[in-house]
């Protein structure tokens, strides 16, 4: 069976082999494309509020957002 996974092509690593355990052919459809963002203005203004301690919770909706985040506040910590 083809089963589509709607996933970055650069974060599908290991879901291959994941459905071909299982008799199956993932099909990996990027739908997005991860890239960084025109204005890096709000995610800037984001670190600065977390390094004034000014944030009390931080919700992510994916892994990359935290990826990003965490690349970036290593800038800034320097």
Do not use: Q
């Not at 459809?29 to 991860?34: D, F, I, P, Y």
Request: glycine fraction near 4%; charge should be positive.
């Amino acid at each position: 069976m083809k089963i589509a996974v709607t996933k970055l092509e650069e974060k599908s690593e290991g879901v291959h082999e994941l459905f071909r355990r299982y008799g199956h052919e993932a099909v990996i459809v990027s739908t997005m494309r991860a890239t960084d963002p025109s204005d890096r203005a709000p995610l800037i203004r984001l670190c600065d509020m977390i390094l004034k301690k000014k944030i009390d919770i931080l919700i992510f909706t994916s892994s990359l957002g935290v990826e990003k985040l965490l690349k970036r506040l290593s800038r800034e910590k320097m």
